[in-house]
């Protein structure tokens, strides 16, 4: 099998300090959570960034100050994957331009769903406008997967010629207003994809761990953090994004899969 690529979603746009003491918002405490968490094992952060007031930005000069933190305080530097999700109701422009800054790799949305009791919209015209601005920056685009049909849209922006292989999958399972966690679910999606690709799974809340054990053994990757999880076990809060992912390594070890450096990831992924 080869090498678990770990990405660790380290701050996300839902969460606050309120909900989330911990989480990292300024770029220097996403510097440190980003060395902590290469120090860990992990060989991708996904990065979203927030403004002066600590909410959800899509401004270059943010991704910026963040991507030259993280820099800075990793000797070994990860594969900095730029969210082009942003926020809920964040224009798709806003959400395509920061790709411009010609990141590694970023974030491609496949669908509209619910999301909790909210909307988020990823129209076929947003998907040819992500498609278009990820060539023309040469960006390798990580495909996320919240429903079975999101693989239907994936082949048909295939068959449009938009993307190229191979195609590099999340499955986000267990947003409340898509597919949930269930271990069937992962296996359906692992099943249906368009090859040559190379997946992994980000479960949420309660489903980030059973998940996680399940994708290592059956050949996938793997997604932890507060942006999608922010408790270590019922009722527990995780201390910080390292803890997650530290878990992960040791669980890897076990059933005998070794861990990806980021050297590693970025020859599994063509980066
Ligand atoms: N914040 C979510 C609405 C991504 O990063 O591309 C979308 C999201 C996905 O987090
Ligand atoms: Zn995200």
Not at 109 to 132: C, H, S, W, Y
Not at 168 to 173: D, P
Not at 174 to 190: I, T
Not at 192 to 211: C, D, K, N, Y
Request: charged share 25%.
């Amino acid at each position: 099998m080869e090498k678990l690529i770990i990405t660790t979603a380290i701050t996300g746009a839902e969460l606050d300090k309120q909900k989330c003491p911990v989480l990292p918002v300024t770029p220097e405490e996403q510097a440190i959570a980003a060395r902590e968490c290469v120090d860990a094992g992990a060989a991708i952060i996904h990065l979203h960034v927030r403004d002066d007031q600590q909410k959800p930005s899509q401004e270059l000069s943010h991704f910026k100050r963040s991507v030259e933190a993280i820099k800075k305080a990793c000797p070994v530097f990860p594969i900095v994957q730029f969210s082009t999700g942003g926020a809920v109701g964040e224009a798709i422009e806003r959400r395509i331009a920061p790709l411009s800054l010609k990141p590694a790799m970023a974030s491609f949305n496949l669908g509209t769903i619910n999301f909790g009791e909210e909307i988020f919209v990823n129209t076929f015209a947003d998907m040819r406008g992500l498609a278009k601005a990820f060539k023309q920056h040469g960006v390798i685009p990580e495909f996320e997967i919240y429903d079975s049909g999101h693989i239907d849209n994936l082949k048909k922006i295939i068959k449009e010629g938009l993307v190229e292989p191979p195609y590099h999958c999340q499955f986000v399972l267990g947003v409340p207003g898509a597919m949930s966690g269930e271990v069937s679910n992962l296996v359906y999606l692992s099943e249906h994809l368009p090859q040559p690709a190379t997946w992994a799974v980000a479960g949420i809340g309660r489903f980030e761990l059973p998940l996680a054990v399940h994708s290592m053994v059956m050949g996938g990757h793997v997604r932890v953090g507060l942006e999608d999880n922010i408790y270590y076990s019922k009722g527990k809060p995780a201390k910080n994004n390292a803890e997650l992912v530290a878990r992960i390594v040791r669980i890897a070890k076990e059933v005998g899969r070794d861990v990806a450096t980021p050297t590693e990831a970025r020859k599994i992924l063509g980066i």
